[in-house]
């Protein structure tokens, strides 16, 4: 059996993406754009906020070592020492190192939407907000029915983000193995992953949830 047939039996809807216009949705975005700086500003809060900020060193009071003396402090000769723990010493605790902590970095909500919005209206403009007609396997999830979509598509070589429910756990295991594809939950949208992608990619069972993330925005 050829491997189409193989694709077709697994249930696979696919058919060529279309690009989608929000009219078609009753969307207006406002017209008031957020400039490069706002959009820089945004991935500094999101690169800092993802940092896991467990970076540490050991101190001085830190390190395994005794705390005595290690020789008296005149008639040896030596130059005089307090402990070995000390940062002149080998093995000793570091001075001023990293410790961890928190860092936290707050964006205005405004500014969230209002990026959010202009990169929608951008890949819109652009005809880079595309629709798959597409359902899963009811056998499971398949990456080789995934990536025979996508290449139907055109989009098999770009960089593409695919938004998908949250409980959609077949479609979202189905794409994640291919490495030019991001998935995104429509509750869950950051601007840094956005931007970086070639094509936003929705699928026709799900243009409400679609619907639904943008007035979130606007």
Known sequence: MSKQKDIKE??????????????DFGITL???KIKNSGFSTLVRVLLQNWRQGT??????????????KPWKQKGTGRARAG???????????????????????QAMKKLKKGAL???????ELRQKLMMLDWQAPVQGPKTAAAY????????????????????????????ANIPTVRLLFYDQPDIFSLIQSDYWV???????????MVERWI
């Open 10 to 23: 697994q249930g696979i809807q696919a058919s060529v993406a279309q690009v989608v216009s929000l009219k």
């Open 30 to 32: 406002p017209e008031k």
């Open 55 to 68: 970076v540490a060193c050991k101190g001085r009071s830190d390190v395994a070592y005794s705390r005595k």
């Open 83 to 105: 402990s070995a723990r000390s940062p002149l010493w080998r093995g000793g605790g570091v001075t001023f190192g990293p410790q961890a902590r928190v860092r936290t970095l």
């Open 117 to 123: 919005a202009t990169a929608l209206g951008e890949y």
């Open 148 to 175: 025979a979509a996508l290449k139907n598509a055109g989009l098999i070589d770009r960089k593409i983000t695919i938004f998908v429910p949250f409980e959609d756990a077949t479609t979202y295991a189905s794409f």
């Open 202 to 212: 929705l699928f026709k069972k799900d243009q409400e949830h679609f619907k639904g």
